[in-house]
């Protein structure tokens, strides 16, 4: 009877309970995996750092001496083009700025002759509007004094 229940017991944990079972399988497919993706990636090491070497041995010597040899006589270049470009961008400047000045002058002429033709007109409507009050006044003022001089007669 001891041994059926424990054959019973072994059963139901082979058939239950997969974990060793699988833990086995994980283990097995990790270290499978690890393996050949560690040689795989050994050599593209291996290869970049042959790469990296060789750049550094012999194509960066090569390209520093080459920069250096072809880069003070850019930089002259270049100097001597801004320095032509400054000179051209002056001259187009001191240029514009007589234009334009005389330019606005002239336009500030015609600003100052507009302003006096508009003071001009302001000042004959005011005018005209004095005349018209004085005018009015004049009239209210006769026509007081006639009614002043009626009411003094009597």
């Known amino acids: 009877m001891d041994k059926i229940a424990k054959d019973v017991g ?7 309970d997969h974990r060793p079972v699988v833990q086995g399988e994980i283990r097995y497919f990790v270290r ?5 993706r560690g040689f795989r990636e050994s050599r593209l090491l291996d290869n970049l750092n ?7 041995e012999q194509m960066l010597p090569k390209c520093s001496e080459h920069m250096h040899q072809h880069l003070f006589e850019a930089l ?10 400054q000179r051209i961008q002056q001259r187009a400047l001191e240029a514009q700025q007589s234009t334009q000045l005389q330019v606005t002058i002239d336009r500030r002429k015609e ?9 001009q007109r302001l000042k ?7 005349a018209k009050a004085v005018g009015r006044l004049s009239v209210m003022y006769s026509e007081m004094k006639k009614d002043l001089a009626k009411f003094s007669r009597f």
């Open 10 to 16: 072994d059963i139901q944990s082979r058939l239950i």
């Open 32 to 36: 499978e995996f690890e393996e050949k």
């Open 50 to 56: 042959k790469m990296v070497v060789e750049t550094n």
């Open 76 to 85: 002259t270049r270049l100097e001597a083009a801004n320095h032509m470009s």
């Open 111 to 119: 600003d100052w002759d507009e302003f006096l033709k508009e003071q």
């Open 124 to 130: 004959e409507e005011v005018d005209e509007e004095h």
